[in-house]
């Protein structure tokens, strides 16, 4: 989960992205403070906005704000006072880890890109790279999914 927010350009909301899937179609529903994303044929919600934020959570600063079990809390709070039947379960985990190469191969369909299999401490993740100066033995920074650039 992502979140963002610039009372300078956008206004007083909050902008809540659930999931990195981009839906093809979406169905907007707005109840009271708050606006659904949702993927029109699954009904999942990708993201979320939350109107007149400020009532709801403390926020300094703009740009993405960090995910805290604080701010997850206070978001189910505004959700449940607005009447929106969705209730957040956040993955906390660091999304920049520091992971260590156990193998590099060639990859089967590409020339300049390889597999490689990449110890992050908790799992084993394959991740397809086309760096040409990772090896096997190095340790890499590694941007797991919803990872976010300080750029955006």
Known sequence: MNIF?????????????????RPKETEITSVNDITLIKDASSKEVAAFNVFN?????????NGQVETTEEIVGKLNEALKTNGVDLELDVD????????????????PNADKLSVCTVDV?????????????????QKVVVAKVGAVMPSG
Do not use: R
């Open 5 to 21: 927010y610039n009372q300078k350009s956008v206004g007083d909301v909050l902008l809540v992205q659930v999931t990195t899937d």
């Open 53 to 61: 934020a400020s009532k709801y959570v403390e926020i300094n600063g």
């Open 92 to 107: 906390l985990s660091p999304k920049f880890v520091v992971g260590f190469v156990i193998e590099k191969d060639k990859h």
């Open 121 to 137: 401490g908790n799992e084993k993740l394959q991740i397809v790279c086309g760096a040409p100066n990772v090896d096997k033995g």
